[in-house]
């Protein structure tokens, strides 16, 4: 074989291992910002983000824009001993682009929360779906777009079905809410029929 062809194929299998590496980093950075969330470490999750002007963070409860709304959004809230928010992330869907040095993501959100609210502890369940992107910055992946879709919020003692959905504050749009049926845009194609 060719000189020249063996330098294709390591070539080939170098950047197929460091997208592979990529792919692993991210679904740990994703993994690391839902553990971090479930205390609202907020100085944590902060420094998972971008310092880029177009980060954003869009959850059922606004849009923050910058690395100054990341800060808002996540900073300056004392978590009681008694609040809960465990968040499972599943189903991860990475797709890192060519060059290596952006990426999306999509996973579902399933958490069991207990929040204080009006003096009694209330007990729901979180259901949604994540569509992020993710940049490398100084050879870190980062969070650049974390956009929470909410499908669901329901008190624990009704389930969702008879209780479907929590108000959130008032939205400038309902992006998601079951029973509506309507589906978060995937940032990828069908793996089989490109459409």
Same mark, same amino acid.
């Given at each position: 074989m060719a000189q020249q062809e063996l330098e294709k194929r390591l070539k080939t299998l170098e950047d197929s291992?460091?997208?592979i590496q990529d792919m692993e980093e991210i679904? *740990?950075?994703q993994k690391i910002y839902g553990y971090y969330l479930e205390h609202?470490?907020?100085? *944590?999750i902060i420094d998972l983000f971008s310092d880029a002007p177009d980060t954003s963070v869009e959850l059922f409860k606004g849009v923050y824009l910058g690395?100054?709304?990341?800060k808002r959004c996540f900073s300056g809230r004392k978590v009681p001993p008694e609040e809960l928010h465990a968040l499972?992330?599943?189903?991860?869907v990475v797709d890192v682009d060519p060059g290596g040095k952006t990426a999306k993501?999509?996973?579902?959100?399933?958490g069991c929360l207990a929040v204080p609210r009006d003096g009694v502890i209330r007990a729901t369940f979180e259901s949604g779906i994540y569509e992020n992107e993710y940049v490398k910055e100084g050879g870190k992946w980062k969070f650049?777009?974390?956009?929470?879709?909410r499908t669901f919020g329901t008190p624990y003692e009704d389930?969702?079905?008879k209780t479907p959905v929590l108000e959130p504050p008032k939205p400038d749009r309902i992006n998601t809410a079951y029973p509506s049926g309507y589906i978060v845009p995937y940032h990828y194609k069908h793996p089989i029929t490109g459409k």
């Open positions: 291992v460091r997208t679904k *740990q950075l609202w470490q907020g100085e *944590q690395k100054d709304g990341v499972m992330q599943l189903s991860g993501g999509r996973w579902y959100g399933f650049k777009k974390l956009h929470w879709n389930g969702w079905v």
